[in-house]
């Protein structure tokens, strides 16, 4: 197996990143690195891991970015639009208002990531995880969390439109006021999340949805009914 090469504190630009892809294919590891707004866009960074890096407003744009490591790293408004991701690993990061659109993200797992008005839509891929990580205000347009065990996910406000959370398992988290139309809740358990503002009383989206007493009297309430 190849020994990774370390880069610890230097400033990363494309030059600087081209280089090291030339002298270490898929054996790099950045630690304490700082690619603010750095175009990286098309490059074939396969297996390299990220410790701690700053990278906001960094551009990826259609970067071969599989199987990476993305630890404790700051991304504010980075952009990954049809990046290839592939079984890679973001956690603890801060993600907020990143770009994503036609990214391909099979197998990625975001563990405890703030992913605030990040835009996910159109990107493909399967077995797309997330845990414990915030999505306020996310535009998550068309993604499925079928059969998902959906731990402390904080959808507030987001956009789920067309989602397909059909028999997925709510552990935490919230719906709180995020757009569902056309999404589909049927076989979904929601009685450990916050469903405030949501429209469970249409039944075609809802089938066989389990919510508790407690959602329930809050849902007729919200219709201006009284549970005696």
């Known amino acids: 197996m190849t020994t990774p090469a370390v880069f610890r504190e230097q400033t990363i630009d494309r030059e600087r990143m081209l280089q090291i892809i030339a002298a ?36 990826w744009l259609a970067a071969s970015l599989e199987e990476s490591h993305w630890q404790k790293c700051r991304g504010g408004q980075c ?11 973001f956690a603890h990061c801060d993600l907020n208002n990143s770009h994503w ?23 493909t891929g399967w077995a797309l995880e997330f845990r414990d990580c915030l999505l306020v205000s996310a535009d998550l347009r068309g993604l499925s969390f079928r059969k998902g065990k959906l731990e402390g996910l904080d959808f507030s406000d987001a956009d789920l439109s067309g989602c397909d959370f059909r028999d997925a398992v709510f552990s935490g988290g919230s719906l709180r006021n ?16 916050d469903i405030s503002g949501l429209n469970v ?19 007729l309430a919200a219709f201006g009914l009284i549970v005696a």
Do not use: W, Y
């Open 24 to 59: 270490h294919p898929r054996a790099a590891t950045f630690e304490a690195c700082t690619l603010d707004g750095g175009d990286f866009s098309r490059l074939d960074m396969d297996g390299f891991h990220f410790n701690q890096c700053s990278m906001a407003g960094a551009r």
């Open 101 to 123: 659109r036609r990214a391909t993200l099979s197998s990625v797992q975001f563990q405890d990531c703030k992913l605030t008005g990040a835009q996910l839509q159109e990107v």
């Open 201 to 219: 009383m249409d039944a075609k989206h809802f089938k066989k949805a389990v919510i508790s007493q407690r959602q329930a009297a809050a849902a």
């Open 178 to 193: 995020a757009q569902t139309r056309l999404t589909r809740f049927e076989g979904a358990d929601l009685r450990d999340t």
């Open 79 to 89: 952009d990954f639009s049809s990046a290839q991701l592939g079984d890679s690993r």
